[in-house]
């Protein structure tokens, strides 16, 4: 049985949200799965660990939850211990130093399929939370149309020239990363010169601290091969300078908007003397009310979240309790006033995010725990 953190600390401190029962039972038991630690016990107090928020908003509600850490060397422990819940929500970002998802998809599999409620579930992340949803969505008003995919780095060689000729830049972005890894703005060199079969290109990732750097088309799309391993493809949008709004985070429970994030994004803006961008500011967050942000908040609930369904064929109640979409808005617009672009669409790990998005994702997570029992 995997360990699991203390929720409970001693002495005068450990007051705090009791444990809610009705009837002297647990209205769910909810397990929290975080990524463990590499030792065999993990004695951090609730209140003191950064998912104590969702802890005590489970108690308030009435649900008994417990803090799961998880590791791949001890999948077959975790799932024992997970088959026990009435749900288990997930905060475990798999795709990190060289590792994959198969290891924690198959123990969400089992679990799901019996009976345990699991947000976000691996096919709906398959569905969602991948590059390709870029691609799959293209025709919907939160796409400029002009997205393409790459299946190979051959194909990249022989396309890529001719989505580059207009001299101005294109964003490739790997099927499944994070922190901006396998995230590339890629221009000509020289916009005026003739591409050819193998230009120089200017090239900079979107990690923190990269470069920017120019080598030949040939070499970059080595760099990336890859990406291309298995089922893995790159996706090409356009690049679009981000306007006074910056980038702007939308936070969903299933179909509702449950608050936004907003931030001043640097990552792929480059300087002619080469050196990385400048750090990004700190996201600011805000509730769903915000003034600011009711434009997007009506095109998302109205518009958009049905249409992404019917596209992606996913139910309401599937779409997870916790998930955010990542938009760019073109100078001189608001957000939602037209030409807002999607970057991404992110469901396997969202945190942190806005403290108004807790009480109602922990409704829907018990709704969905009770709606199983």
């Known amino acids: 049985m995997p ?19 009705r ?5 769910a038991r909810v397990a929290i799965l ?71 998809d198959a123990v969400l599999r089992e679990v799901a399929g019996g009976g345990v409620f699991v947000s976000a579930h691996p096919d709906v992340i398959r569905k969602m939370g991948t590059k ?16 393409h995919t790459y299946g190979s780095a051959e194909q990249l060689r022989a396309d890529l020239p001719q989505r580059l000729a207009a001299g101005t830049s294109r964003v490739l972005k790997q099927l499944r ?33 990269s470069p920017v750097q120019e080598m030949p088309l040939r070499a970059f799309a080595e760099r990336c091969r890859d990406y291309f391993v298995g089922e893995g493809r790159v996706i090409d949008q356009p690049f679009r300078a981000p306007g006074p ?6 936070y969903m429970t299933h179909a509702e908007v449950v608050g936004f994030g907003q931030q001043r994004v640097t990552a792929l803006l480059w300087s002619d003397d080469g050196q990385p961008p400048p750090p ?57 006033d037209g030409g807002d672009v999607l970057c991404e669409i992110n469901v396997s790990c969202v945190h942190p995010f806005p403290d108004a998005a807790l009480p109602r994702l922990v409704r829907a997570t ?3 725990a009770q709606g199983r029992r």
Request: contains cysteine; charged residues 25%; proline residues 10%.
């Open 245 to 250: 709004a910056g980038m702007v985070r939308c």
């Open 280 to 336: 990004a500011e700190p996201r600011r967050y805000h509730p769903p009310t915000h003034p600011e942000f009711q434009a997007l908040r009506a095109r998302m609930e109205s518009a958009w979240i049905p249409e992404m369904q019917r596209v992606l064929d996913v139910a309401t109640e599937d779409l997870p309790v916790i998930w955010d979409a990542d938009f760019l808005c073109p100078p001189g617009r608001g957000p939602g």
């Open 132 to 147: 390709d949803v870029l691609v799959h969505t293209r025709g919907m008003g939160w796409s400029g149309g002009d997205v």
């Open 34 to 104: 975080y990524p463990g630690p590499s030792g065999s016990e993990e004695r951090t107090a609730w209140l003191d660990h950064r998912f104590g928020p969702v802890v005590a908003e489970l108690r308030r509600a009435g649900a008994d939850p417990e803090l799961t850490p998880y590791r791949d060397e001890a999948a077959d422990a975790a799932l024992e211990r997970l088959r026990g819940m009435d749900a288990v929500l997930v905060w475990v970002n798999p795709i990190e130093d060289g590792r994959g998802r198969a290891g924690l």
């Open 3 to 21: 360990a699991t953190c203390s929720l409970r600390r001693d002495g005068p401190a450990s007051e705090g949200p009791q444990r809610g029962v």
């Open 366 to 368: 018990l709704r969905r």
């Open 177 to 209: 990363g994070n922190g901006g890894h396998g995230v590339w703005r890629v221009a000509l060199a020289d916009a005026r010169a003739d591409p050819g079969p193998d230009p120089v290109l200017r090239v900079l990732e979107a990690r923190g601290g």
């Open 23 to 27: 009837s002297g039972m647990p209205i």
